[in-house]
C-alpha cells in the first residue's frame, strides 16, 4: 500500500503537470503567440499517452515503482524550465507560415520539445498507479485532487512570482515529489537523494528572483519588438516589467506615439507619450496630463468624432487603458465618465506610479475608475449612458495580420451590441474604433454585427442608425439608439470636414458605393455576407471569433503563400499544423508501438474495432466539452485563463468522483446504459443553461460567476468520469484490448482539442456540444455486449 510520501508526491507532479501546462498559455501569449494553447494541451495529453506505452513496454516484474517514478520526476523537473526556454526562444511567427516552410519545422520542433517534460511527468504518475494497484484508489484521488490545486495555483502564483517564477515552481514541484519518491524507497539512493534535495531548493529559492529564463522580447512582428527598435527609437527603454495572471505588462518610454491617436492630416502636435504594452503587442498611451482643454489632438482623433458632434454628458469607456480615451470624453464637455479596465496591473500602474504622469486622471471627482470586464460590468451597472466608447481595445495591429483569429472577441458580439444598445439614454450612441483595410474586413463585421442586434430590436432599417467614418486604415462605426437625423447627420459631416475624416455611410447622403453602404441597403444582407471575399458574418456569444476572417475556400491561396485572405486563415492554418503533428506523432509514439502486439487483437475477435471505437469516441467527446467549456466560460469569467483554470479543476475533481461511482455502480456488469442515456440528455442540457444562466447572472461578482461556474460543470464532469471506468469494467481487468483502449482513448484525446477549436470556429460552441452528445451515444451503440462482463 503507498504511505503518505507516495500519495502526497502523487499530487504534487499531478499538481505540477498542470500548473506547467497553465503558465505556458501565459508564456507563449507573450513569446509567441496565443494560438499555441490548444497545442499545449494536445501534447500535454500526447505525453500522458505516451508515458503508458513506455510502461507497458519497460515493465519488468519486480521493479520499484518509487524509485522510476522518482527519476521521472526529476526528468520532469529539469526538462520543464529547458525546454519552456528553448521553445520561447525559437524563431517561430505564425504570420510568416504560408511564405517560410522553416516555420513548419519550428512548430514541430516546439511540438517535441514541450512532448519531452510532460511524457516524464506522465510516467511518473502512472508508473505509481501500476506499482501500488491495491491503493490505486487512494493514489488517482490524490492524484485528481493535486491537478485540481494546480489549476488554482496557477493563478496565484503567476500574479505573485510571474511566468518565469512560476515555471521554477513547477519544476521545484516535481523535485519535490522525486524527493519525497525517494524516502519512500527501502533503500534509497544517496546520489538520487542529493539531487532531488538540490533541485528542489534551488529551484524554490530561485522562483521569486529569477529572471533570463524567457527572452526579454517577444517574437518578430509583435508591437514590442517594434516600439523598441534602436535606430528609430535609440532612447526608447522599458521601464518595468509585471506579470500577472492575465499578462505581461511591459511600460515603454522614449518611444513612438500610439499611431491611432495620430493625425497626420491636420498636424496637430501629440505629446511624448509612455507605452504601456500588453503580451507584447496590444499598447495603450499614457499622455502627460494637467490641462485637458489644452490637448487639441484629442478632438482629431477618429475615436472622438462622434463626442465632438454630439457632446454627450454621461460616457463610458470599455478599456481604459492609458487613460487617452477618458481624456477624449472629457475634453468634449463630458460631465462623468466611467472607465473599465479588466486588468488590474494597468488599474495599478495608473493609480499608483504613473498617477502623477496622467495628471491623477483617475483621481478626479468627473472619473470614475472600475475594475471589471466590460461585459459584465454593463451588465452589472444600472447607470444608462449618453456615449459608450470602445477603442482598439483589444490589439495595436495583430488582430488585422490573423494572429488573433482564434481569439474569442466577446466585446464584438450581437449579444453584446444589444446589452450595450439598452444601457444607452434614448439618443444615445455606440463608437468603436477598428481598422480598416482594403478590402474592409474588421469594421464592416462591426456593421454587420451592430446591424444584427438593431434587427433584434425590431428596426427595421439598421442603416438609419449606423454611421461609419474613416482615416487611413482606421474605422469608426457609431450606432445610434434612435435613427440619426438630418441635423445629427450634418454635425457628423461638419466633423469630419474639419479634421479631414471621410464619410464612408451615413444615411440620407449620396455617397460612392462601398461594402458598408451596399451591405446595408442589401434586400438580402446574408447573401451579401455570402459573397464577400471574407468571412464578415455577424459574430455572437455562440461564435465569438470576430476577428476570423478567412474561410476554407481561400487555403489554396495560403498554400501558395500569396494573398491577403491566407495570411487571415493563420490561425486555422496552426491549428491544421499542430492537428497533422498530431496525429503523426500519436500513431508514431503510441499506435506503431503497440502495433508489435496486434496478436492481441487477432485474439479479442472481430469485436475488437468496436471496443476501439468505442474508447476512441469517449476520448474525442470528453476533449469537444472540455474545450468547448474553456472556451465559452472565457465570457463568464472574464479571461481565459481564469475559464482554462476552472473548467479544468472542476472537471478533474468530478470526473475523478465519478469514476469511482461508476465501479461503485457496476462492480459485476450492471447495466450501463443509464449512464450514457443521462449524459447525452446532460450535454444537450448543459447548452441550454449556459446560454440561459450567462445571460441572467454576467452581472455578478466575480465569487458569484465562480460559484454558478462549478455548479454548472461539476455534475456534468460528474457524469463524464463514468463511461471510461464503465467500458472497461466489461472489459474485465484480464482483457488483451486493455492496453489497446488506452492507446485508442490517448490518441483520441491528443486530437480532440484541436478538432475542437476547428469546429467551434465553424459550427459554433452548441454544435459542437451537440456533436459530443452525438459522440457520446454513438459510443454506446458500437460496443458490443453492453450485457456481459468481458467480451
Known sequence: MPGARVRTAIALVAGAGVLF?????????????????????????????????????RARPGADPAGRASSAALGFAVSSVLACAVVARLSFDPMRLAAEPMQIVYLALAYGLLLVPFTFAGFAVISLLDGYVAGADRLYGCDLLGAGVGCVAAVVAIQKVGAEGTLFLVAAAGAAGALLLTLARENPSRAQRVAATGLTLGFALCAPVVSGVLPRLPSAGKALRAVLDPVRYPAARIASTEWNAISRIDVVENSASARWIVNLKTGTEVPGQTLIVIDGDAATPIIPGGDVAALRFLGDMISAAPLAAFRPRHTLVIGAGGGVDVLAALHHGAAQVDAVEVNPAIAALMTGSRAAESGHLFARPDVRLHLAEGRSFVRHRGDRYDAIQISLVDTFAASSSGAYS???????????????????????????????????????????VAAAALRRAGVARPGDHIVVLGQDNLGNVIVKRAPLTRDEVARLQEVAHARKFEVIHAPGLDLPPNPFSLYLAAGDPEGFVAAYPFDVSASTDDSPFFFQFGRWKDIGSLARGSGESGMLLSGRLVLLLVLVQAVVASFLLVLLPMFGRRRELKEAGA?????????????????????????RFTLFLGHPLYAIALVLAVLLCSAGAGSFAARRLLPSGGRAWPIFLALVVLI????????????????????????????????????????????????????????????????????????????AIDVGFSAVMVLAAVGYAAAYAVFPNWGSRSV
Request: net charge positive; hydrophobic share 55%; charged share 10%.
Open 21 to 57: 501546462q497553465l503558465v505556458l498559455t501565459r508564456v507563449f501569449s507573450f513569446t509567441l503567440w496565443h494560438h499555441l494553447a490548444f497545442m499545449i494541451v494536445s501534447v500535454a495529453l500526447l505525453g500522458i499517452a505516451v508515458s503508458g506505452v513506455l510502461l507497458r513496454l
Open 406 to 448: 482564434l481569439m474569442e472577441g466577446y466585446l464584438y458580439t450581437v449579444e453584446a451590441f444589444q446589452d450595450y444598445l439598452e444601457r444607452l439614454e434614448p439618443d444615445g450612441f455606440v463608437t468603436v474604433t477598428r481598422w480598416l483595410a482594403t478590402p474592409p474586413r474588421e469594421t464592416l463585421k462591426l456593421c454587420t
Open 607 to 631: 469485436g475488437s474495432a468496436r471496443v476501439l471505437g468505442l474508447f476512441f469516441l469517449i476520448g474525442v467527446s470528453f476533449m469537444l466539452i472540455e474545450i468547448t467549456l474553456m472556451q
Open 684 to 759: 444537450l442540457i448543459e447548452d441550454v443553461l449556459c446560454r440561459a444562466v450567462f445571460g441572467r447572472a454576467l452581472g455578478l461578482a466575480l465569487g458569484g460567476r465562480v460559484a454558478l461556474s462549478i455548479l454548472l460543470i461539476a455534475p456534468l464532469g460528474f457524469l463524464l468520469g463514468m463511461p471510461f471506468p464503465a467500458a472497461l469494467l466489461r472489459l474485465g481487468p484480464k482483457s488483451p484490448l486493455v492496453g489497446w483502449a488506452w492507446a485508442a482513448n490517448g490518441c483520441a484525446s491528443v486530437v480532440g482539442p484541436i478538432v475542437a477549436s476547428l469546429l
